[in-house]
């Protein structure tokens, strides 16, 4: 984990190390394992910076310094502050390390620190009842069919439009119900487990919808009424939207709706961060905070 912020304290290093191990004992996601560490790396060579280089210097109101300082960096890419919202990761790390030092009996100190107050507008999300009258607008035609394995994709699955997009027959691994998605965001590919209902949906589509809609050799998923060819994205969203309307429903709905939607669902349901985080394919934890506000709300 060497960059800009290396530690000299061989005592610090241990404890980033530690830190790191904890948190992939109590099952974190990898990325999570990876990012959390850099950010405690940060704050423990701040406490170099300011003559702190042993654990028996630290003091509580320590922490809540850091951030005010982090509130005063510009970032070398952005040329700008650093937003509420990225400094909450560095939070998020700061309060797991303390309750790292405290359960495994390294400091009895605690941290005060808050989250800061996100300004982003939240981003809407569709109520069970409402993901229902999704359902109940779709018609029993071959369309029809087609649109309930879409929902199953983008809500059951929470995959992202693109990844729903470029998704292939060989890609639903019906011996584990499974999605292989090879072409994730940064080019990461995952295995998202497929629930019941979505997996009947996606099945009935290929055994009897399916067929009727391809036009010549090809193995993509999702194939356009008419033309017999492969969805593209633009296609694909336009037809969620029309569900949508059908439906009656008034807010601003989308394919990444949908993902949002399953994935407060799942929080709702007591499902963890870390799982939803890797469900979802999200890079790091911190990412599917925001779910946490949701649900709050």
Not at 41 to 63: I, T, V
Not at 98 to 106: C, V
Request: glycine share 10%; charged share 20%.
């Amino acid at each position: 984990m060497d960059n800009i912020y290396g530690l000299h304290s061989a005592e610090y290093q241990l404890l980033q190390q530690g830190f790191a191990a904890w948190l992939g004992a109590l099952g974190y996601a990898g990325s999570t394992v990876k990012t959390l560490p850099r950010h405690v790396q940060e704050f423990l060579h701040y406490q170099e910076q300011g003559g702190r280089p042993s654990l028996a210097q630290l003091q509580a109101p320590d922490a809540s310094a850091f951030v005010g300082q982090l509130q005063t960096r510009i970032g070398t890419r952005t040329r700008r502050s650093y937003s509420p919202g990225h400094i909450n990761k560095y939070i998020q790390a700061l309060k797991l390390f303390n309750r790292y030092l405290r359960q495994t009996g390294r400091s009895a100190i605690g941290f005060t620190v808050a989250f800061l107050e996100d300004s982003k507008v939240q981003p809407d999300w569709l109520t069970r009842a409402e993901i229902r009258r999704l359902y109940e607008a779709i018609n029993d035609d071959v369309l029809g069919i087609r649109d309930r394995a879409m929902l199953a994709v983008y809500y059951g699955c929470g995959l992202r439009l693109s990844e729903g997009a470029a998704l292939t027959l060989s890609d639903v691994m019906a011996d584990r119900k499974l999605l292989y998605v090879r072409k994730g965001k940064g080019y990461k590919e995952r295995y998202v487990p497929i629930a019941n209902r979505s997996y009947k949906a996606i099945q009935l589509y290929i055994g009897e919808g399916r067929p009727q809609l391809v036009q010549g050799p090809g193995d993509r998923l999702f194939i356009g009424a008419g033309s017999g060819r492969p969805l593209t994205t633009q296609s694909l969203y336009i037809r969620i939207k029309r569900l949508v309307s059908v439906a009656g429903l008034t807010k601003r709905v989308g394919t990444h709706t949908l993902r949002h939607s399953i994935a407060t669902h799942l929080l709702q349901s007591g499902m963890t961060l870390e799982r939803i985080s890797e469900f979802l394919g999200h890079s790091c934890v911190d990412s599917t905070q925001i779910y946490t506000h949701l649900v709050n709300q």
